[in-house]
């Protein structure tokens, strides 16, 4: 007889591990210094920049509507794509060059996750209390202090959130109408949806998700590996010296180390307590480390209340430590083919970069044909075709521009054409019609012919000015 099949046993798989939640410790030195400049100077940047005003205009503006970018002097059009191709090629290249000499330097210092967890850190740290209060509080019962901490805390954090949504919008809105309408409760149903979005996206990514964001929704933790190699200085604990690790008294000095079986590491776990991602670095270089070097300036108090030398934790190579090579030996290596490619390429297109800005001219024009009548007989057997021409100001100051056609003898304007006189940024569309006698009529044959229009910069004193050429055609009917 047959036997009955046996249901496979149920297991239940978890693919994400609740992680415990991290509290970070406040610490001091000179990469804390370092993390705070940049702090300040990315944020005064950021809130400061659109309340500039340059020319009695905002001075960075990206006017999405009207598909003008306002940059101080600069209007860029669609046309300019080129300039944020160029852009963001330096960013990427930047990027490559600063990972491949010291690691994950844009993570630790200058990535708006990291920014903005320092800062909700600090409010953090100045309602609830350092790292010790903080644990006590959380695992206090509710009660009027902890609701009075806690409400602290989130309604700064939710101060902060909202002013960053605005600021973001005013990048792209004026921000002084924008700030009319905010405190006239006139806002758009789009401005404030896009307001309350990157407050919420500040709101969740500083103060809850964290160290997550780094661990598990980035991106670049995952392929900076592949710009590491063997001379990339990474933050690194020193093994040999540190090893074996023990607590031990302050009393006993360096010269006693050796006696005492013990390394320079006292396993006072502080690298691991100022840790943003809770990882312990002695482990080894881990995925989770975003190069903050908040566990250099831990250590390095600690080595000083020892009376040991510092750097037990610090900015090496895999081959200095390996090797055991000096601080100049190491540096010595960062010049390698890699590093000179990167540096080559982002000299380039920077240089090729601000040789064109330099060199642009300060208008643009784009030709449309009216394709509803390509080409028609008028008076006296004239052939006709009619252009609208979009001019466009992409400077800072008013422009005067004069047209002129060339490519076909005796094409000409069928009506004098104007000089046509633009407010600085602004675009106008003007329509003209070009024409040719019957005898050249006559002389071309049907189809179209290569032409070009010649818009030219015309200065106050009637001296001419920068010629831009834009090709189009010029067509004989059959
Ligand atoms: S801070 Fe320095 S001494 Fe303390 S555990 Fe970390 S490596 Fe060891
Ligand atoms: S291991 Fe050190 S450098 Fe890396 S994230 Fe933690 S504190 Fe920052």
Redesign the pocket.
């Known amino acids: 007889m047959d036997k009955p099949l046996q249901e496979p046993a149920l297991q239940t798989v978890s693919l994400y591990v609740a992680q415990p939640k991290i509290y970070p410790r406040a610490v001091h030195g000179w990469f804390a210094v370092w993390r705070w400049v940049l702090v300040f100077a990315t944020q005064a940047l950021f809130y400061g920049l659109p309340w500039w005003n340059w020319n009695g205009r905002q001075a960075v503006l990206f006017d999405l509507e009207a598909r003008r970018f306002f940059i101080f002097d600069l209007v860029l059009y669609p046309q300019d794509l080129v300039y944020l191709t160029a852009l963001l090629l330096i960013s990427a290249y930047a990027l490559f060059l600063f990972t491949a000499v010291a690691g994950r330097l844009w993570c ?1 210092f200058a990535c708006p996750q990291t920014v903005y967890t320092e800062i909700f850190l600090w409010i953090e740290r100045h309602t609830e209390g350092d790292r010790g209060a903080r644990i006590q509080l959380d695992r206090a019962r509710w009660g009027p202090e902890k609701l009075l901490r806690k409400s602290a805390k989130h309604a700064a954090w939710l101060a902060v959130s909202l002013w960053t949504g605005f600021t973001f919008v005013g990048f792209f809105t004026p921000i002084r109408e924008l700030g009319g309408a905010t405190v006239g409760g006139l806002l758009g149903a789009w401005e404030s949806f896009w307001i309350l979005f990157y407050a919420l996206a500040t709101y969740g990514n500083a103060g809850f998700l964290r160290e997550q964001v780094c661990k598990y929704m980035c991106p670049y933790a995952r392929f900076q590996s592949a710009m590491f190699d063997k001379d990339t200085l990474v ?1 690194s604990y020193d093994t040999a010296r540190g090893d074996p690790r023990g607590p031990r008294s302050k009393k006993q000095g360096p010269a006693a180390l050796q006696s005492a079986g013990l390394g320079s590491c006292v396993d006072c776990k502080q ?1 691991v307590q ?4 809770g ?1 312990d ?1 002695r482990e080894g270089l881990q995925y989770e ?7 250099i300036d831990a250590c390095n108090g600690v080595m000083d209340s020892f009376h040991y030398e510092r750097g037990l934790i610090r900015y090496a190579t895999q081959n200095g430590i390996d090797k055991g090579w000096s601080a100049a030996q190491q540096w010595r290596r960062v010049l390698r083919p890699r590093v000179l490619v990167y540096t080559a390429i982002l000299l380039v297109v920077s240089a090729a970069m601000v040789w064109s800005l330099a060199t642009r001219l300060p208008f643009r024009a784009d030709i449309v044909r009216d394709r509803a009548a390509l080409a028609r007989q008028v008076d006296d057997g004239y052939i006709e075709n009619v252009y609208r021409l979009q001019l466009m100001n992409a400077s800072g100051n008013a422009l005067r521009l004069q047209l002129a056609v060339s490519g076909i003898d005796t094409l000409a304007f069928s009506s004098p054409p104007a000089l046509h006189v633009l407010a600085p940024a602004e675009a106008r569309w003007v329509t003209v019609a070009l024409r040719v006698p019957p005898e050249m009529a006559a002389q071309l044959s049907p189809g179209a012919h290569p032409m070009q229009f010649r818009i030219s910069q015309v200065a106050l004193d009637g001296q001419p000015g920068p010629v831009l050429v834009e090709k189009s055609t010029f067509v004989i009917p059959r």
């Open positions: 630790g933050i690298c100022v840790c943003p991602t990882i670095i480390c975003i190069g903050c070097a908040a566990c």
